[in-house]
């Protein structure tokens, strides 16, 4: 019989942290302060210990990618429940939308900067 603390791995849908570390690439300390700034809300054994399923993978994959494309954890919060669908191929909601099209403002602005910089430098070199 099967303790309170103990769960079944049934076909890799079930894991503890340091496996969705691996599975996703992302430490397990980042994924800690994804659970503790509200991106992430693993299920909890009578233990204590975080078990994540199969889709909380693709979760952090998301977040990633619109890491990596430079928004702001704060940012990401706000648009993840709109990303889920978005990224998986389905209309985006205004809301994804409006911080995706604030990121693009963001980068044109940094990439004008970046040109300002270069051209100057370049007349130095």
């Known amino acids: 019989m099967l303790g309170s603390d103990t769960y079944v791995r049934v076909k890799g849908l079930v ?3 340091g496996e969705l570390s691996r599975r996703t690439g992302v ?5 800690r302060h994804y659970e503790a700034v509200g991106l992430i809300a693993p299920k ?3 233990a204590g210990y975080r078990r ?3 889709a909380d993978v693709a979760t952090i994959r998301r977040i990633a990618v619109l890491s990596e494309a430079g928004l702001t954890l704060a940012a990401i919060r706000g648009i993840l429940p ?6 998986a191929g389905e209309a985006p909601c205004p ?11 963001d980068i044109d602005a ?3 900067a970046l040109a300002e910089s270069r051209r100057i430098l370049s007349e130095w070199a």
Do not use: E, P, Y
């Open 44 to 46: 909890r054994t009578a």
């Open 15 to 17: 894991m503890q942290i």
């Open 52 to 54: 994540f399923a199969a």
């Open 110 to 112: 940094k990439m004008s």
């Open 95 to 105: 809301a994804f939308r409006a911080g995706v099209r604030a990121k693009i403002a």
């Open 82 to 87: 709109c990303a889920r669908g978005a990224l």
């Open 27 to 31: 430490s397990i300390r980042m994924l």
